[in-house]
Antibody, heavy 120, light 107 residues
Framework: EVQLVESGGGLVQPGRSLRLSCAAS????????MHWVRQAPGKGLEWVSS????????GYADSVKGRFTISRDNAKNSLYLQIDSLRLDDTAFYFC?????????????WGQGTLVTVSS | SYLLSQPPSVSVAPGQTATITCGGN??????VHWYQQRPGQAPVLVVY???DRPSGVPERFSGSNSGNTATLTISRVEAGDEADYYC??????????FGGGTKLTVL
């Protein structure tokens, strides 16, 4: 059974940093691209970032480019999102999601999400 | 960047057919995927590659895609289908795009 478990969310002040983690199990992690998708309270899904199976390709939404960094450790079956210079509008549930291929195509499984709240 | 547009809400009576659209420039040339999100839960894939269903998704869920509009159709709607529905496409390179979401209300 595919499982994606996010962690690292919490209450953070504007301008601070945070590192989100996603522990993957139930599939061969290094066979698939991975994604981060966020959802502000009461709003829709927003793609944040994606990374290919071997970290050779990474992409970011314009809204986070330069502040967010996606990475993965295939030996640890883990995906990460480093968030710097947090802003109030970064407040959201952050979902880890698995692709169906080695490169970015679409999502087939989602984690339950971790909440990041940016507030002074 | 590529944009997808969805109606904010769709309402349907139980047993009727719900149609949710996803508009995009020549979207018919792309593969469209649909996710269902019930309140407080993570999204779940219900249709992929325009019209295929993952195992476990009822045959009542179907999809089509042509021209500038992709469509998710839910036949014989049940109360449990009430949720938000999102379309998604691959926008090139490493980018995904989601539609704004449609809230399906079962009357």
């Amino acid at each position: 059974e595919v499982q994606l478990v996010e962690s690292g969310g919490g209450l953070v002040q504007p301008g601070r940093s945070l590192r989100l983690s996603c522990a993957a199990s139930g599939f061969t992690f290094d066979d698939y691209a991975m994604h981060w998708v966020r959802q502000a309270p009461g709003k829709g899904l927003e793609w944040v970032s994606s990374i290919s199976w071997n970290s050779g390709s990474r992409g970011y939404a314009d809204s986070v480019k330069g502040r967010f960094t996606i990475s993965r450790d295939n030996a640890k079956n883990s995906l990460y999102l480093q968030i710097d210079s947090l802003r109030l509008d970064d407040t959201a549930f952050y979902f880890c999601a698995k692709d169906v291929a080695t490169t970015v195509t679409r999502v087939d499984y989602w984690g339950q999400g971790t909440l990041v709240t940016v507030s002074s | 960047s590529y944009l997808l547009s969805q109606p904010p809400s769709v309402s349907v009576a139980p047993g009727q057919t719900a149609t949710i659209t996803c508009g995009g420039n020549n979207i018919g040339g792309r593969s469209v995927h649909w996710y269902q999100q019930r309140p407080g839960q993570a999204p779940v894939l219900v249709v992929y590659d325009d019209g295929d269903r993952p195992s476990g998704v009822p045959e009542r869920f179907s999809g089509s895609n042509s021209g500038n509009t992709a469509t998710l159709t839910i036949s014989r709607v049940e109360a449990g289908d009430e949720a938000d529905y999102y379309c998604q496409v691959w926008a090139g390179n490493t980018d995904l795009v989601f539609g704004g979401g449609t809230k399906l209300t079962v009357l």
